[in-house]
């Protein structure tokens, strides 16, 4: 044998026969997410636009998975395990902040070149991105329509359109906690996007004014704070972005592109937590 091959088959006592085992590949199933990329057009900028749209979608589901378990542990009172799935979700909202700085890299001419291969598909039409604004608490029942070619996916956005959100879950665990919530609050229809309620905004100042006594509901509104923040920033990049891209033109999903994505700029998911702030 040659002494090379000796040192190859010994490389720092590093598992090399894996014909019988699982490997990092198939654990993580490699071979379908590296064949997931199909690119239409005969342009090399093509590659980035689908990469980049993939690994946000991946990201979505793992905030989903966090999101989902947060709402449980604050339903059931796990309140520090939820701190830190808000945390986590947060932290991955600011990595999404920074993939724009990758699609930043294309230039309107690029995107021009591949845009006509992408006939009316959007991010738009994301289910993902869907149920996450939904499970904190931005709801429309007329999006649904959007996913009707796929049941499966509009059946979890339906699900989740009456399910209370996270934010839903943390008024009632202020009502639990011995505040003077308003009833209609607390019995709202979970169909319809969270509107400002002067009982939770005087509920979450008293929090602020005495941390030291309401500690943990105090921790939960300031990760609320957190992750929320960092989604705006999220929004914010994303609208920079494509202005930077297509400029004002109209998007691939019908919407007024730019304009669209501002507006979606002044939403306020939990609108007490800020609103309160002036009043401290």
Do not use: C
């Amino acid at each position: 044998m040659n002494p090379n091959d000796k040192q190859d088959a010994d490389w720092h006592g590093a598992r090399m026969d894996f014909k019988e085992s699982m490997s990092y590949g198939d654990y993580l199933g490699l071979d379908q997410i590296l064949t997931a990329q199909h690119p239409l057009s005969p342009n090399h900028n093509e590659m980035l636009f689908i990469v980049q749209h993939q690994t946000t979608e991946l990201w979505m589901k793992l905030m989903l998975h966090e999101l989902q378990a947060v709402r449980t542990g604050i339903r059931e009172g796990e309140l520090p395990p939820a701190f830190k799935m808000l945390a986590r979700v947060a932290r991955i909202m600011d990595q999404l902040v920074h993939a724009w700085d990758v699609l930043a890299t294309m230039t309107p001419p690029e995107y021009s070149a591949i845009r006509p291969y992408l006939g009316a598909s959007s991010g738009f039409q994301s289910f993902q991105y869907r149920e996450l604004e939904f499970i904190l608490g931005n709801k429309n029942r007329a999006l649904l329509a959007v996913h009707e070619k796929t049941p499966a996916a509009h059946a979890a956005l339906e699900r989740e359109l009456h399910a209370p959100s996270v934010y839903d879950e943390a008024v009632m665990l202020l009502a639990r906690s011995g505040f003077d919530i308003n009833p209609e609050r607390l019995n709202a229809d979970w169909t319809q996007p969270t509107r400002s309620d002067e009982s939770v905004k005087a509920a979450w100042l008293a929090v602020y004014q005495d941390p030291e006594h309401h500690w943990a509901l105090y921790e939960l509104a300031e990760k609320l704070v957190d992750m929320e923040t960092s989604f705006r920033f999220w929004r914010f990049r994303h609208v920079t972005t494509v202005e930077r891209i297509i400029g004002f033109k109209t998007g691939t999903g019908g919407t007024a592109g730019v304009s669209y994505l501002r507006k979606m700029l002044d939403v306020v998911l939990f609108p007490e937590l800020f609103a309160l702030r002036t009043a401290l």
